[in-house]
């Protein structure tokens, strides 16, 4: 048997490229079958709207199906174990969203080690929060808002999709940084939040779905965008970190996959992505939401969810926060 194995052997070695040609064959076979994209979140959100923009144009460019499957529950992390645990042949992907790097300390105990456990692909966007606050408050600036809290300590209440969300987190480092003390108020996704806030049942609301509708029509007020710059979306709104400098906690959302999945597939799903992320078309629909294309190659991603995740365990730790 080694007889025949290392003749074999031989003769491959002989032939010039034959071992190159064969990670590039088996990339050219993927994807034969549909591939799934799983979503953490509910269907609507800022995740499941990215979630079904990639698997739009993916599906165009790969000539397979990319379905959009929704596994909610305890954060992300149920979509995460899907992932975790499916064959690392690249038919079953992650919507990798901001909250991957906050549990990493928001719970004390998880099945996985999202950074060991899940390969970088590819980034797809980064989404600005708004901060909204109801139009019976009476602020229109952030360092109105800011005045206002500290006249009024634990007498302004904030709303967020939920303990732990990227909202959340937003609103917390806000707290920190501009010294004030708010009370939040969680809830079970961000269009309740939003609901209760137009109501004025609550104050003030870091959010990412698109609201755009409800500024113009003065049903919220928004003071600022948390990202890093202006957003294309409300270029009339300003940054946060225009009052608070180094302010920022935009979301992001990216494709992931199981560890040991080929790296030529890897490469195929970057290159497809990036691919879209410079089609006018995609670049408008983004747009639409404030979102930015993150082009870029799976190293980039992988570093932006390290960065990220370091960031937001040390506000996590620093505020307290602790989900189980």
């Known amino acids: 048997m080694q007889l025949h194995r290392r003749r074999f052997l031989r003769l491959l070695a002989g032939v010039p490229g034959m071992l190159a040609v064969v990670p590039t064959a088996r990339a050219q076979a993927y994807p034969s079958r549909p591939v799934r994209l799983i979503v953490g979140f509910a269907a609507g959100g800022a995740p499941d709207i990215v979630a079904r923009l990639a698997g739009q144009w993916l599906s165009e460019r790969l000539g397979q199906q990319v379905v959009i499957e929704n596994r909610t529950g305890a954060g992300g992390n149920i979509a995460v174990e899907t992932v975790v645990n499916a064959p690392a042949d690249g038919y079953t992907l992650l919507l990798v969203p901001t909250a991957a790097a906050a549990n990493a300390a928001l719970y004390d105990k998880l099945s996985y080690n999202f950074i060991r456990d899940v390969a970088a692909v590819a980034g797809i966007a980064r989404v600005p929060n708004i901060m909204l606050v109801a139009p019976s408050l009476p602020v229109r600036s952030v360092p109105e808002f800011i005045a206002y809290a500290k006249a009024h300590p634990g007498k302004v209440n904030m709303a967020s999709p939920g303990i732990g969300s990227g909202p959340h987190l937003a609103g917390v480092l806000f ?33 990412n779905v698109p609201v755009s509708d409800h500024i113009r029509a003065g049903r919220v007020r928004a003071l600022a965008v948390t990202s890093a710059m202006r957003s294309v979306a409300l270029p009339d709104v300003p940054t946060v970190s225009e009052f608070l400098p180094g302010y920022e906690a935009s979301a992001w959302f990216g494709i992931g996959a199981p560890r040991s999945t080929p790296v030529e597939i890897v490469d195929r799903l970057n290159k497809e992505v990036n691919v879209g992320l ?47």
């Open 175 to 207: 707290a920190m940084m501009a010294g004030i003390d708010m009370v939040h108020v969680p809830y079970r996704g961000g269009m309740p939040a939003l609901t209760d806030l137009i109501a004025g049942q609550v104050q003030v609301l870091f959010v």
């Open 278 to 324: 410079a089609d006018p078309t995609v670049k408008a629909r983004l747009a639409e939401f404030g979102g930015i294309g993150l082009a870029g190659s799976p190293e980039d991603f992988r570093r932006l969810i390290a960065d990220e995740t370091d960031k937001w365990g040390r506000v996590i730790r620093s505020a307290g926060i602790k989900l189980g």
